[in-house]
């Protein structure tokens, strides 16, 4: 089986500095990019979807579940490391983030084939099992 997997990295909170209403723009930006890689027939591992359960967390406050921004990006360098495609959503477009920053030098480090416009993602067209 063809490995299609993609990550997608962009801004959420960029480490807290955020508004709310910024960080849902970024948030929604990510999920748009997500549906489109998947059209494209990726496989994609979104962490702009960890703002759900991580607000969700805070809100109800299950301090077991407050994660730091170094722990997320801890989280996301494995998740780099095992996609074999890198997405980089553009800082003149989508806005600055220190994380997916670091996340783009990984992805230069282990050597993966990075997009930063959707129309230069190949398709895939279906994913086979």
């Not at 960890?50 to 997320?72: A, E, V």
Request: proline letters at 5%.
């Amino acid at each position: 089986m063809e490995d299609k997997t993609i990550y997608l990295s962009g801004p959420i909170g960029n480490g807290g500095k955020c508004s709310p209403e910024q960080q849902i723009a970024n948030v929604r930006a990510g999920e748009d990019l997500y549906g489109e890689l998947m059209e494209k027939g990726y496989s994609v591992f979104c962490p702009h979807l960890s703002y759900y359960p991580d607000k969700r967390w805070k809100d109800l406050g299950i301090k077991r579940f407050q994660f730091g921004h170094d722990t997320w990006l801890n989280v996301d360098k494995q998740w780099v490391w095992k996609c074999k495609y890198f997405f980089y959503m553009v800082p003149e477009k989508y806005g600055d983030s220190k994380g997916a920053k670091m996340e783009l030098e990984w992805a230069k480090a282990w050597g993966k084939r990075i997009f930063t416009r959707i129309e230069d993602v190949p398709s895939k067209h279906e994913i086979t099992i």
